[in-house]
């Protein structure tokens, strides 16, 4: 069965602190991975997008880790800021034609001053 | 437009009502998509429209739902006789190719 393991469900960190999510997955045959983050009440908008060949991709202060053998990802997020408080959602595309994406449950990330 | 609107994007019912969703996806996007999201969950895929291909509707979770979408253009999702566990947040998306999937703001549904 396809499916999306994101850890930790929820993380509470200080402004300024760097933290990881993490994403393991089991989708196959693999197309590509992303992270969205979406905010309270918003749809979800598109931080990384990786392909099989990529380790590893930044956007900003966040930068997304891939490793297709292990099928495991992470997201670190660099001196964070009140406005990353979110969800980030892993999202794996399996190659079925017109890539279905299969969502993880996300992780909600609160920034505390 | 600029992105995808949905509408509306709040919607309180009372169980038994049918209720309509509508999409509006970005211009020139083939493929529309709805999902749900029940609170703390993570989204589930309804149905993909690809121009026009017969639609894939292997997501709907009853024949209580049914989508439309004439052409590429609007989408409509609905729900007949609705239930207390359709409340979620109802998300459509649209892509012009593999990568580009854009959101929108979604319709809060609440059936009473």
């Known amino acids: 069965k396809n499916q999306v393991e994101q850890s930790p469900q929820s993380l509470i960190i200080l402004e300024g602190k760097n933290c990881t999510l993490q994403c393991n997955y089991t989708v196959s045959p693999f197309s590509n991975l992303r992270w969205y983050k979406q905010d309270t009440g918003r749809g979800p908008v598109s931080l990384t997008i990786m392909t099989f060949s990529e380790n590893t991709k930044s956007n900003g202060r966040y930068t997304a880790t891939l490793d297709a053998d292990t099928k495991q990802s992470s997201l670190h997020i660099t001196a964070s800021q009140l406005s990353d408080s979110a969800s980030y959602i892993c999202v794996v595309s399996a190659t079925t034609g017109y890539n279905k994406l299969i969502f993880g449950a996300g992780t909600r990330l609160a920034v505390h001053p | 437009g600029a992105g995808v609107s949905q509408s509306p994007s709040n919607k309180v019912t009372e169980k038994g009502k049918d209720v309509e969703l509508r999409c509006d996806p970005i211009?020139?996007?083939?493929?529309l998509y709805w999902y749900r999201q029940r609170l703390g969950q993570g989204l589930e895929f309804l149905i993909y429209f690809q121009g026009n291909s017969a639609p894939d509707k292997s997501g709907l979770p009853s024949d209580r739902f049914s989508a439309e979408r004439t052409g590429e253009s609007v989408s409509t999702l609905t729900i007949q006789r609705t239930q207390q566990e359709d409340s979620a947040v109802y998300l459509c998306?649209?892509?012009?190719?593999?990568?580009?999937?854009?959101f929108g703001s979604g319709t809060r549904l609440t059936v009473v």
């Open positions: 998306a649209s892509s012009y190719d593999s990568y580009g999937y854009t």
């Open positions: 211009s020139g996007h083939t493929a």
